[in-house]
């Protein structure tokens, strides 16, 4: 069984060929620039040429390239996009008209022949398949999982913070599983705008699954040994934009907040882990902090006995007396999303269990079998 794994990130797009022939650690991995600077990269070429441009394709994460479509913009230059193009801008086509996007029907956007038009979009199916092909690997799949960041498309008058933290409360209250934030194509929620889009740009005759790539990154960090045996333990996803931890038991969640990671310290990171974990963390005081929210369940309150660390912003908690431990799945930090997506599978996409689970069941030891007795 191979599937392709894609979790797309503020700066890197990390990519898993998952093989069910292969050992974890001997599947295809790569990490590439993420969809969102790349077209940063040619709105800053059209930029310096003086070009006006036209964006189509699909809702994509926000980013570098909603800046470099600003300073398009602020340059007084000419940007033209259809409404899926236009709603990148933070889902509002409000504001991107107010900022001086001109919308246009794909129709339209046809006709304007002499504009360089630049494609949206959080997949790109074409290049990672010639990618696998030069590194001579397989470039056909059985499934395709991809996580992205959802704000969600917000009710007008509501804040875009509260309603992303209620959608993550929603999860977790269900099942209490990370997997819950994970999705077969067919039961996307209809707010979960961005990943709609990536089901609207994914080969159809394809199985796909989506999920939240902070809590895919997550759900991945438990597939290292050392902290799937910690029986309670904290786990944190530092990533560029946002930082969310989870109070664990087990895989049970207990407790959960999600923060803007440029508003943190790492002083202030430690608080609300100690927070988190001693059942004293209120939604307020994130909320109040200009971060999304906090939510725990009912339990004991305890210290941080075991804070397992994944995500790009990592670092910030290198030497924290929370002696964090830094998770590296299948030995390879990178890749916690990929492989977090690739066991949201087994609770999601049925087609795919056994195939999965025979291979990281073949793979799996306790940590003394890896380290050797003594």
Request: aromatic share 6%.
């Amino acid at each position: 069984m191979h599937i392709l794994a894609v979790d797309v990130g503020g700066s890197t797009q990390d990519i898993l060929l998952f093989d069910s022939a292969r050992a974890p650690e001997d599947c295809l991995r790569m990490v590439m620039l993420a969809p969102t600077v790349l077209l940063a990269r040619e709105i800053q070429r059209a930029t310096q040429r003086g070009e006006a441009i036209c964006l189509v394709g699909e809702t994509m994460g926000e980013g570098p390239c909603c800046k470099a479509l600003e300073d398009h913009l602020a340059a007084g230059l000419t940007v033209y996009a259809t409404p899926e193009s236009a709603r990148t801008l933070g889902d509002d086509l409000g504001r991107a008209q107010s900022l001086g996007v001109r919308l246009v029907s794909d129709d339209e956007a046809k006709q304007l022949v002499h504009i360089r038009q630049l494609r949206t979009g959080d997949l790109d199916m074409i290049n990672i398949r010639s990618a696998l092909r030069a590194l001579g690997d397989q470039d056909q799949f059985d499934g395709l999982a991809v996580a992205v960041f959802d704000h969600g498309r917000v009710p007008r008058g509501e804040n875009d913070r509260r309603f992303r933290f209620r959608y993550l409360v929603q999860g977790v209250q269900g099942s209490g599983q990370l997997s819950a934030f994970a999705y077969p194509a067919n039961q996307i929620p209809p707010e979960q705008t961005r990943m709609l889009a990536v089901a609207k740009i994914a080969p159809p005759d394809l199985p796909l699954m989506v999920m939240d790539t902070a809590a895919a990154a997550v759900l991945g960090a438990l597939e290292d040994p050392v902290v799937h045996e910690m029986h309670h333990k904290v786990v944190a996803n530092v990533g560029n934009y946002h930082t969310l931890a989870f109070d664990l038991q087990e895989r049970e969640v207990l407790g959960l907040f999600e923060h803007h990671t440029e508003l943190l310290s790492p002083f202030k990171l430690e608080t609300l882990l100690r927070r988190l974990a001693a059942a004293a963390l209120t939604d307020a005081e994130v909320f109040d902090d200009h971060g999304h929210g906090a939510w725990i369940r009912e339990h004991p309150s305890a210290p941080v006995e075991f804070l397992a660390v994944t995500g790009p912003q990592r670092a910030m908690l290198r030497g924290s007396i929370l002696k964090p431990y830094f998770a590296v799945p299948y030995g390879d930090a990178m890749m916690a999303g990929c492989w977090g997506l690739i066991r949201a599978a087994v609770a999601v996409m049925p087609e795919w269990v056994d195939g999965i689970l025979d291979a990281l069941d073949a793979a799996a030891e306790p940590p003394s079998a890896l380290w050797g007795e003594g």
